[in-house]
Each structure stands twice: as structure tokens, then as C-alpha cells.
């Protein structure tokens, strides 16, 4: 009997000092906080007796409670402390989520004050940049958006670099697609920036994420509804030289599902020009010269719509599909005069007319099944994705032939050229996931799989008029049947675990590849295959409450893209040439960085030093042929080496003034053994922005003032000039925040575009590129629906409106 009465009271106390509380933290727009300090307290005299942070997801829990009364606080900066009684019986205890609400000594408003205080958040492993109070960015694009955040910039192309760095992976709510693969850039110009939500940088990712992208990830967060019954808001924007858009944004939410439909358009009109300086030695006595000026103009317009619905069967499980789709179209037409000289003496003069229609269709269907434990302490999901893209491109070319007094050669027959090019992306995606939280240890394990299937397609086909019939003929030079198929398997591990003020995070992710450029029109094969292991490592400090020190690392790759292997040779300008290379191969990176955080209600600070080391670097080279063209293709360098800076600085001396300024920059060495190319160089690349904006008009009125600068830039073969910009934007706002009345300027003084200066053994190029940069735009939104309560609510308790 005595033993059986041990037996029990061993029962019984295990039981009373093992019991578990655990929960979520959520800030008042429901998205996760991480790093929030949760602590219980004795209900005497408030001292600590257990301790814990919420992880990435905001969820926290405590174990080794014993039953009793006690106090729960977490405290967060920027935020009003949370406390509450707690009760701990014999069944472990689920708190659900918990609203941490803004700081009232802010004296702030509506959605300026959370845009100000989440304009930069830091998790384990990337920034989280806020988009709501850009005014800078209303009424344009996904692009325009883009170039406001710290250490991004857009260039001419719509071209994304990270830090100097264009190789960067893009995805949409954390996924890959083909709206934002080759021609993506074309969709994300289409998509408002009034649908994102936040923009996360991502300079040193996790095992989760794919390895893609030397530089990073960034990933674009579209909005999703958040408010019950039914939401709309409707914007509408017109700029100078015929620029228009608009979008609708509708939603419906209850207990069961929450349905919402975004559409948007866009139609723009401008130019884009072109000089260029070509000098070239051919011999110690002799050189030629090329001059190039091209006079164009360029159309676009385009139609997005997005459409998705969220079942929630229960507390535990969720079903959710959505569907993205796009149209666009782009003409350019360009005239372009040609004058070559030998020594100094015209030696022939022609032009080139050229028509350039370009029509995409592409599209994304997702859906995703969510299922969180019992417990509460983890989740599994399934995710797949299906995304399409289809382009029309053609080219329409007439060159005609001068004397050296300008005057039109009868002798030689004018030549007309027309290319048809139809490119097919398909990309299929299928992802499981998995995470626990082992509370005991605080520890966090994450776990998962992914397949990767994509396929492009380019054919192309042209032909010119026979100078004697008059008819059109087929042009063998430029006829071609492209195929490149990629397949890529990958599982990954993750292990995270806070003690005391550290927090660290390890993981590793396995990976098998398949590229398959099959150049069909020639029977060309070029497979490659390869397995890789990619480690990588966060650790985060916290030096007391308002600091904070992180080092990660990561290795990643830059696999080659379709068109970068695609040897077809473009014809669209016979003197600058455009071709891929078949033999190219992936390149990798060995990438460190070093951050402090500094964060407190009126201002915020983040300062990082970082290296990367890159093998087998893919670059865009040119290269300058004996018949006097060049031709832009694609080479592996050996290797290059680049350590830099970063610097973040958000300042709100008064609650209704705030600056944010950024400045980063980096030394870069490339190095290249071939003793054939002269493709070593290195320098220093920096620059810098500026937003400063402000509140007024008892803060129904806002005025953003962006600044911008980029240094010269070193590539391999020259440097790119630098490149400046100043934009203004104010906006009045209505009928308690329905009604939004917008005015900005983009480009105030002109300067905007691309200056490039190239130089090699016996070859010297000045190349200016110039499009339509300033513009005056005017943007009206009206948010109706069951927003009114909302507004109420989140002013009663000093949030946002979180209409937006």
C-alpha cells in the first residue's frame, strides 16, 4: 500500500510542476511579432518565475508551471505592455491570440502610426518593410514600390538588383510563379502597389527557402482581407503624357470563409532613346568609329486580376485557393541612325526603322491546405502551385542607305526584315511543411520537401523580302526551336532554440537538379546535373531590451535561365547583337553578415557589415567582333569578392515628422584567369536614400519627399554611371479616411536613366539610355464596406485603420 501511495504522489507532483501555458502573439493587423518577452510572475510580489520569447510565427509556450495563480506579461518595444491574470489548473493551458496594442504616447493615428513603427521589423533571418504609408508609390506599381525600400533599385529594364546585386529571386507570397520570371518584371509593373502589403528582404535565407538568388530573396506579400462582412476600395490615377490606372479591390469575410477579388489596369505612354559612342582600334594605325542615335517611342497596357477564397473547415484546418492572372501589351517603335567612320572619314551612313510588339498572358493557380496540432505547438501544410506565362513577340525592321551627304542610294535595295517569337513558361510547384515547438527546451524544428518542375519554350521565325520578287522569304539566320526543361528535388531541416538572450537557428537543405537546353531546330543538347548541400546559420543577441546583435550565413546558387543559355543570336539591331550560352553553369555564394538593431519609439536603427565570396560568377559580357558589331552574351568568371555595408536609419523626433535614410555600399573585386579576356576589375559602389514625410492638417493630410542617389557602378568590363532622382507626393484625406485625394512628381529634374561607360583592350563605348521618367500624377481611393466599426475600434485603442 505504501508504494502504491509513492506511486501517486510521484503522479501528482509531476503534474503540479509540469503544466504548460502557450499562445500567439499578434500585433493589431494579426500579423505575427516575433522576439516579444513573455513572463510569468508571481501574483505577490511580481517577481519572475518562468520566462520564454514567441517565435517567428508569434507563437510562444511555458512548461513546468505549477498549479496555481500568476501574472502573464509580454512586452514588446513600441508597443503598450500586456498583462493579465493566469490560472493554471491540471490541463495545460491555451491563451489563443494576444493583441499587442501601439503605444498611445506616440500620439498617433490611424495607419500612420503602425506604418511608422513596422516600417522596419527584424525576424531571425530577414527585414520586414511595411508599405502602407509610401505615398511616393500610390497609384504606380509592384516596381515602384520596390525601388523605395532600402537597398533595392529598379533599373531601365525593370531590371531588380539587392545590394548591387541583380541576381535576386522575386516571389509572391512566398512563392515562386512566372509573374515574377523573365518577362515578370512586365506583371509587376502591372500590379498596384496599393495591393501589397509588406515587402521582406531576405539577404541570408533560411534552409526553408530555395537557394536560388546570390544576393537574396525578396518577397512581396500581397493584402489579404482581415475585416468581417463585406469591404471595397476603388483608386483611380492619371499622370502627364497619357499614364493611367486604376484597380478595385472587393471582400467578404465571416467564420467560414473569407472570399476576395482584386482588379486592376494600367496604359502608359512614353519614350525611350538610345546614343551610343563606339571607338574601336583595329590596327596600330587604324580605327573606326560608330555613332548610334535611336529616337523611339513606347506603349504599354495591362490587366491583372486576382481571386481567392479561405475555408476555414475548423480552428485547425484550412483549405485556400486563389488565381492570378495578367495581360499586357507593349509596342515600341524606334528610328535609329547609323554613321560609321575610318579614320576619322564617313565611310557609310544607314537607318534602321523598327516596330517591336510584345503580348504576355500569364497566370498562377494556388492551393493550400493548413493543419495545425491539437496542442497548438506546430503545423503541417501542403502547398502546390501551377503558374503559366505566353509571349508574342515580333520585330518589324526597315533599313534604308544614305550617301555621306544624306541623300538615298538607289543602288542598294533597302532591306525589310520581320521576326515572330512565341515563348511558353510553365512552372509547377509542389511543397509540404512541417514545424513543432518542442517547449521544454524552447526549440523550434522545422522540416519539409519541394519539387520543382519548370519548362520554356522559345520558337522563332523570320524571314526578309526577296530584293527581286518583292515577296517575303524565309530567313534561315534567324529561325530556331528552343526548349529548356529544369527539374529540381529538395528537402530541408531546420533546428531553432532560444536560451536566455540568444537565439539561434541551423539549418540544411539537400538538393538534386536537372537543366535540360535542348536547341531543337540544330539537335543541340546540353543536360547538366548536380547534387548540393546548402547550410545556413542565425544567431541573434539580445544586448539589453532596445539592442540587438545577429550574424547568419548562408551558401546559395544562381542557376543559368532560359535565356541566358539560349544560343539563338537576336538581330534586332545587326550592330548590337544579344545571345545566350549554352555552357554556362550555375554559380555559388558564400554569403556573411554581421547586424546590430537599435529600437526604440522614436527611433530605429539597423547596421550591418557583410561579405560574400562567389565562384564561377554568371556576368553579362560584350564582346567586340572583327566585322565591327558586338554582341551582348553571357560568361562564367572566376570568381568575385564583395564586402560591404548597410545602414538603416528611422528618426521621429516629433509625432508628426519622420525621416528614414539608407545608405549602403560595397567594394567588389572580379577576377578572371583567362588570359583572352580583359575582364578584372574592381571598385567602390555606393548609395543612398532618403524619405522624409510628414503629417499635418490635424493628420488628415500627408506630404513624402524621396531622394535618391546611386554611384557609379563597377561591372567587369566598365562602369555604370550614377543615377539620381527626387520625388514629391501629398495626399488629403476625407470623409473620415474614405475618400483619399493624391498628388505626386516623379523625376522633378529630369535625370533619371543609364550612362554606361565600357572599355577593354583597343575598344571604348559611351552608351546613354533615356525614357520618360517625369510625370505629374493624380490619384483618387475610396474605401467603402463594413469599415466604419473598424475605424472605431482600432481608435479606441490607438491603432491603425487597417482598411488599406
Known sequence: MKNYILFFQIIFCFNVYSQSVS?????????????????????????????????????????????????????????????????????????GDIIMKIDKSLELEGVYAVGSLDALKAGIDKKIYSTSDDLTSRGGSALDALGNIPSISVDQDGKISLRGDGNVIILIDGRPSALAMGDGQSLLDALPANSIERIEVVTNPSAKYDPDGTSGIINIVMKKNKLKGFNGI???????????????????????????????????????????????????????????????????????????????????????????????LRERYGFLENELYGNDVLTSKWSRESEDPDRHKNGDVNLNYTHKFLDEKGEWSLNATHSFGMHDVSGIYEELYYDNAGVLLDSKKPLNQELYNDETENLTTVQGDWNYIISKIKARVEAGGKVVIAQDGVNTFSQKIDTLTGLFIPDTLSNFDFQFNQNIYSAYGIFGQAVGKFKYQAGLRFEYAQQLPFLKSTNEKYPTEYVNLFPSGHIRYELNEPSEFSLSYSRRINRPRSGQVNPFTSYADPFNLRSGNPLLTPEFINSFDLGYSYTKKKFIASFSVFHRRTVDVINRVKEYRTDNTSIVTYDNIDKSESTGFESIVILKPFHWLKNTFSINGNFINYTNSDPTTDWNNSGFNWSLKNVISADFWNKTASAQLNLAYNAPVTTPQGIVQRRAGVDFAIEKRFLDKKLSVGLKATDIFDVKGFHLDLEQAGVRQESIYKWRTRRVFITVSYKFGNIDSKLKALKSSGGGDGAD
Open 234 to 328: 476603388i483608386s483611380l490615377t492619371a499622370a502627364t503624357d497619357n499614364l493611367y490606372e486604376g484597380s478595385f479591390s472587393l471582400s467578404y469575410r465571416n467564420k467560414r470563409f473569407n472570399t476576395y477579388l482584386n482588379y486592376s489596369f494600367d496604359y502608359y505612354e512614353g519614350y525611350r532613346n538610345f546614343f551610343s559612342d563606339l571607338e574601336r582600334e583595329v590596327t596600330k594605325d587604324s580605327s573606326i568609329f560608330l555613332n548610334q542615335d535611336r529616337i523611339g517611342d513606347d506603349l504599354k497596357s495591362g490587366h491583372a486580376l486576382v481571386f481567392g477564397t479561405d475555408f476555414y473547415i475548423n480552428d485547425r484546418n484550412t483549405l485556400s485557393f486563389s488565381t492570378t492572372g495578367a495581360l499586357g
Open 23 to 95: 499562445g500567439k502573439i499578434l500585433d493589431e493587423n494579426k500579423l505575427p511579432l516575433e522576439f516579444v518577452k513573455i513572463k510569468i510572475l508571481n501574483t505577490s510580489d511580481s517577481s519572475v518565475v518562468k520566462g520564454a520569447f514567441s517565435f517567428n510565427d508569434g507563437s510562444f509556450s511555458i512548461e513546468g508551471l505549477s498549479i496555481g495563480s500568476y501574472l502573464i506579461q509580454a512586452s514588446y518595444v513600441g508597443y503598450v505592455t500586456y498583462r493579465s491574470k493566469l490560472s493554471i489548473g491540471s490541463e495545460p493551458s491555451f491563451l
